[in-house]
């Protein structure tokens, strides 16, 4: 059974920094995609970034391009979401999720994962 713990979150200023963490075990990680999702107060989830097994090749939402960084350590089974110039309007409980396909591109779609962490949340103020 995979198991996903995200750690890293916190309430910062608007213009800090954070990086998130994801550790997965219970799946050959190194050849399934990963990806970030994000749930604010009162709204849908919804996508923030993905990485397919290699690390080659990234996604993100359009909000967070240029701001997040998405990587991957396969020798440490973990997954990374760099944050800087944070804004309120990233305010929400994070989670990283792991494909339901090994090798596959990564998916912005929800659908495309079935497995979850607990969240972390991170909070940015003005």
């Known amino acids: 059974q995979v198991q996903l713990v995200e750690s890293g979150g916190g309430s910062v200023q608007a213009g800090a920094s954070l990086r998130l963490s994801c550790a997965v075990s219970g799946r050959t990680f190194s050849v399934y995609g990963m990806g970030w999702f994000r749930r604010a107060p009162g709204k849908e989830r919804e996508f923030v970034s993905a990485?397919?097994?290699?690390?080659?090749?990234?996604l993100y939402t359009d909000s967070v391009k240029g701001r997040f960084t998405i990587s991957r350590d396969n020798a440490r089974n973990t997954v990374y979401l760099q944050m800087n110039s944070l804004k309120p309007e990233d305010t929400a409980v994070y989670y990283c999720?792991?494909?339901?396909?090994?090798?596959?591109?990564?998916?912005?779609?929800?659908?495309?994962?079935?497995?979850w962490g607990q969240g972390t949340q991170v909070t940015v103020s003005s």
């Open positions: 999720a792991i494909q339901q396909s090994p090798i596959r591109l990564p998916g912005r779609g929800p659908e495309s994962y079935d497995g």
């Open positions: 990485i397919n097994f290699s690390g080659g090749t990234t």
